[in-house]
Every structure is written in C-alpha cells, then in structure tokens.
C-alpha cells in the first residue's frame, strides 16, 4: 500500500476545508489546519446575489450579509477572478463597480450570452441562473475573517419580528 491519503473529512488534514468555527465541517479542522493556509469557501457562504440579462450582458448584484463579509467580498470579487470562474464560456470583459454604502459589488459580464438569450443554444443561459454560478466560487478567507464574518449579525430590511423566521 502506498502513503496514506489525506481526506477533506480528516479534521486534523492542512487540506480540510471548512464552514464553521463551531464544529460542522470546519470545526476541529480549522483549529488545527496551520495558520499559512487561509480557509477556503463558496461565495455564497458570505453573501447572497441577483442577476439578470440585457441582450448579451449578464448583471450581477453581489450582497455581503454584513461589513465583515464585505471586506472579503470587496477584496476576493474581481473583475479579473469573475473573468477567470466564467473562463470557459465567456468571451467578453468584466466590468465591477464597490458599493460600499450598500455593503454591495455590482458586475457586469459582457459577451456572456454569445449574442443574446434568443441566439445562444446554451441550456439554461439567462442571466438569473448566473447567480447561483456566481455563488459557487471559491474565496479565501482567515480563520479570523470567518469567524468576524459568522459572528457579525445579517444586516437586511426585514423587521425584527418576522414571523415566518420563526417557522
């Protein structure tokens, strides 16, 4: 038998990547994965998004959940790194706006439809279906930026008393 293998499910592996401080996924791992790595996670797990489609474009709303997330976002959300996630089908430049007042990255992704919804043979290419592709790439971030990220309330316009929260 050859060297043992290490395993995303090993927590003590400097390969383990995780979610959480408080023991789901990341948990021991990430007490113990060494200080040299950062951690490395979905967009998703810092933000939310909307999109939609103009002609050939694809606009991106991106929203940190609160400032801690957004520092992340603002450092991690590039033109160039949406260039490189959406690399094997577009074609066109990437254009990112901050927006900091609003916690907020807005993106544009030009060429991304290969001439428009109605001309592209590409399943399920309208720019709404983008988001959840967007949310997909990988971030890097420190133990401590998680855990600032994780701890710092959801920022949003929901009341306080939402009843279906709840449910």
Not at 11 to 18: I, T
Not at 94 to 106: E, F, H, Q, S, T
Request: with cysteine; glycine share 10%.
């Amino acid at each position: 038998m050859g060297a043992a293998r290490r395993s995303a499910h090993n927590p003590s592996s400097d390969e383990y990547v995780g979610r959480s401080p408080e023991g789901t996924r990341a948990g021991l791992g990430a007490a113990r994965r060494s200080a040299r790595s950062p951690m490395k996670l979905r967009l998703a797990d810092i933000a939310h998004a909307r999109s939609g489609d103009k002609a050939d474009w694809v606009d991106f709303g991106v929203f940190a959940w609160n400032a801690a997330g957004y520092a992340v976002l603002a450092r991690e959300l590039t033109a160039e790194r949406v260039q490189s996630h959406f690399a094997m089908w577009l074609p066109g430049p990437v254009d990112c706006w901050p927006l900091p007042n609003i916690l907020a990255v807005k993106l544009v992704l030009r060429g991304a439809l290969q001439g428009g919804g109605a001309r592209n043979l590409r399943l399920d290419n309208l720019g709404k279906a983008m988001a959840g592709a967007l949310l997909r790439m990988p971030i890097e971030l420190s133990d401590a930026e998680w855990a600032q990220c994780h701890s710092e309330p959801r920022i949003g316009w929901w009341p306080a008393d939402d009843h279906l929260a709840a449910q």
